[in-house]
């Protein structure tokens, strides 16, 4: 059945620690995107992705990176420069035409130890 | 920075009532409007992309309407159902980014 898969579903970290945030579709999709929710707000977009090899700064990109070597791939990394990284984090992505609707992964719950 | 507002923020009906909210968001440059559902411990799901003015779209008991010139869209349930409850969340569309609102959480009792 096709897609999206993110990997774990829970995660805890050090502080000071880098962590990387695996995101996996197999839905043959372009865009894919990255986003943060707290309690109380709708979902922030952090880093969102239109092609390989080419990425852009969302709303609360400080602290965070990416990559998009594959189109399949699309890893979000929580560095220690994120101040408040505790939060519950969605992969997406979209079928062709900036109208479509997004498929969500199931998230991931990172929390610091 | 572009707002998103929907309300209320929780709902608690009866199963067999029929519930609506509401998302506002700015009638300037529209570009589409979406719909998701968001059940417990699953994904969020989409339920309707609506793009232009007077648009009305139906999926089973969930219905939804736009109106773009002042800026808002309703989500209607008729006879809400105990499997009905979730977040609902609508997100505005700025040409292939999503802005979304905090989300409405109903809860039906049987």
Redesign the interface.
């Known amino acids: 059945d096709g897609g999206i898969t993110q990997s774990p579903k829970y995660l805890f970290r050090k502080e000071g620690q880098n962590v990387t945030l695996s995101c996996e579709q197999n839905l043959n999709h372009d865009a894919m995107y990255w986003y943060r929710q707290d309690p109380g707000q709708g979902l922030r977009l952090i880093y969102y992705s239109q092609i390989v090899n080419d990425f852009q700064k969302g709303d609360i990109a400080e602290g965070y990176s990416v990559s998009r070597e594959k189109k399949e791939s699309f890893p979000l990394t929580v560095t220690s420069a994120q101040k408040n990284p505790t939060a519950f984090y969605l992969c997406a992505s979209r079928e062709p035409g900036s109208r479509q609707p997004q498929h969500f992964g199931d998230g991931t719950r990172l929390s610091i130890l | 920075?572009l707002n998103?507002e929907q309300s209320p923020q929780s709902l608690h009906v009866q199963e067999g009532d029929s519930t609506n909210f509401t998302c506002s968001f700015p009638s300037s440059n529209f570009?589409?409007l979406?719909w998701?559902r968001w059940e417990t411990a699953?994904?969020?799901?989409?339920l309707f992309?609506m793009?232009l003015n007077g648009d009305e779209k139906k999926k089973g008991r969930i219905s939804a309407t736009l109106n773009t010139k002042e800026g808002y869209s309703y989500l209607y349930i008729k006879g809400s159902q105990p499997e009905d409850s979730a977040t609902y969340?609508c997100?505005f569309?700025q040409?292939?980014?999503?802005?979304?609102?905090?989300?409405t959480e109903l809860s039906v009792k049987p």
């Open positions: 920075i998103v570009y589409a979406h998701y699953k994904s969020p799901e989409a992309v793009t969340l997100a569309n040409g292939g980014k999503l802005i979304f609102g905090q989300g």
